[in-house]
């Protein structure tokens, strides 16, 4: 079965960097985009970021664009999340997210609804 683990999430002070990590196994990763979502307390889960089978292209929030870096190995089945200037803000859990199949390009895993496999979940806490 799909199985999506994320590692990776801590404590860190504003102005710092913090690197996730996704190991997917159960699917062929080469062939599905992949995504991040976020989850703060309180509020609904959203959009982080989503990158295509390839890498090539990629998709982000505003409120990250130019912070957080998406990517991913199709050699070892991992996708992660580089994140810089972090901000309190950004404090929530992080998920990994696939698409049902494969047909699902980046740009539509944006929305949730075509999330059909998540991760358990990485917190991530920044001090100000």
């Known amino acids: 079965q799909v199985q999506l683990v994320e590692s990776g999430g801590g404590l860190v002070q504003a102005g710092g960097s913090l690197r996730l990590s996704c190991a997917a196994s159960?699917?062929?990763?080469?062939?599905?985009?992949m995504g991040w979502f976020r989850q703060a307390p309180g509020k609904e889960r959203e959009f982080v970021a989503t990158?295509?089978?390839?890498?090539?292209?990629?998709f982000y929030a505003d409120s990250v664009k130019g912070r957080f870096t998406i990517s991913r190995d199709n050699a070892k089945n991992t996708v992660s999340l580089q994140m810089n200037s972090l901000k309190p803000e950004d404090t929530a859990v992080y998920y990994c997210a696939a698409p049902g199949n494969p047909a699902v390009p980046a740009g539509m895993l944006v929305n949730p609804r075509h999330v059909g496999n998540w991760g358990q979940g990485t917190l991530v806490t920044v001090s100000s």
């Open positions: 990158l295509t089978w390839s890498g090539e292209s990629t």
């Open positions: 159960g699917f062929t990763f080469r062939g599905y985009a």
